[in-house]
């Protein structure tokens, strides 16, 4: 019986890790303050920092405060104007708003909240590293390279991924940019529910895969993930969506592009599937796109597409724009 208690608590200290929690919908929306309440269940040590209004489309952009006051009110009118640029929840000194983008909210847990707050005014002295960073669930898809360079959500992750930390971008279906005081309940039909317990699923099954090493994914690697519509939000039933890896670019991957009105005269934001985006240089050109995966409004299917802060190309393209180059070396 004794083995079995110790190695019970062996399980238990190799799973529950120091979790970093951002988003590019505000550190007040409906599916962030979800997924802190299910990794808090599962036992993480979990730090939410989160922009203190939406950010969403700012990509990587590094903003921090330029005053120490807020110049206007947070998002849904939760922290007003004249507060300070960053504080914590009253009743909750781990969850924390932040005048800057996602990828400077980043910055700002590591390089204030856990060494300056954390480390010397809180009873939790544990966070004495990052294990993870998660982004998200953002409320809307990010899909294909067209978004990675747009999404504050995938901003944030890439900018925990450049600085040597495991990172992981989730975006669901549900984009209704809701105030967790008014949507944050215990339904499990709600989509913030269903997609803060895959989250917790993903991010378990990794530890449990990492056990005693040092980290959880490969240094400069990170993870996109996006769910489909699932419960209230779902025609097909989805509660339980399936896992699919995938690849970020491939069939059906699409940009931002203009079209011209000709009756207005003006232009609009449309989305177009460009030919260069099928085009595979790296990684398993075996596998499907995430945009087909969400394409598929029949299926009830989240995709996982792993990627890389090494934008270089490898080494035949490089060698073949060197040659293209080589008058002038």
Not at 136 to 164: D, M, Q, W
Request: charged share 15%; net charge negative; with cysteine.
């Amino acid at each position: 019986m004794r083995f079995l208690i110790a190695f019970n608590l062996l399980i238990v200290s190799v799973i529950c890790k120091n979790i970093l929690l951002t988003n590019d919908d505000g550190f007040a929306a409906t599916n962030i303050r979800a997924a802190y309440r299910e990794l808090k269940k599962a036992g993480h040590n979990v730090l939410l920092v989160a922009s203190v209004s939406q950010r969403s489309g700012w990509a990587g952009k590094f903003d921090i405060p330029s005053t120490k006051d807020l110049p206007t009110d947070g998002e849904f009118d939760y922290v007003t104007k004249g507060s300070p640029s960053w504080g914590h929840e009253a009743n909750d000194s781990n969850i924390w708003y932040f005048n800057g983008t996602p990828a400077s909210c980043v910055a700002f847990g590591l390089k204030y909240v856990i060494p300056e707050f954390l480390s010397k005014n809180s009873s939790n002295t544990s966070f004495d590293k990052v294990d993870l960073v998660v982004s998200g669930p953002n409320e809307g898809t990010n899909l294909s390279p067209g978004y990675f360079t747009i999404s504050g959500t995938i901003g944030a992750a890439v900018a925990a991924t450049y600085r040597g930390l495991p990172a992981i971008a989730f975006s669901g279906s549900n984009s209704n940019n809701s105030f967790f005081k008014d949507s944050l309940n215990e339904d499990p039909s709600a989509p913030s529910n269903i997609y803060a317990k895959k989250v917790t699923e993903i991010v378990n099954t990794l530890f449990e895969q990492q056990g005693t090493a040092d980290r959880v994914l490969p240094v400069g690697t990170g993870l996109n993930i996006n769910f489909p519509p699932v419960g209230s939000q779902s025609t097909k039933n989805c509660t339980d969506p399936k896992w699919v890896f995938s690849r970020i670019a491939g069939a059906s991957s699409f940009g931002p592009d203009i079209k011209y009105d000709k009756s207005s005269g003006m232009v609009e934001e449309t989305d177009t599937v460009f030919n260069a985006l099928n085009i595979c240089y790296n990684g398993d050109c075996s596998l499907p796109s995430e945009a087909s995966i969400l394409g598929n409004t029949t299926s009830c299917q989240s995709s996982i597409s792993p990627f890389s802060v090494d934008f270089g190309a490898n080494l035949h393209l490089t060698g073949q724009i060197k040659y293209a180059l080589s008058k002038v070396f």
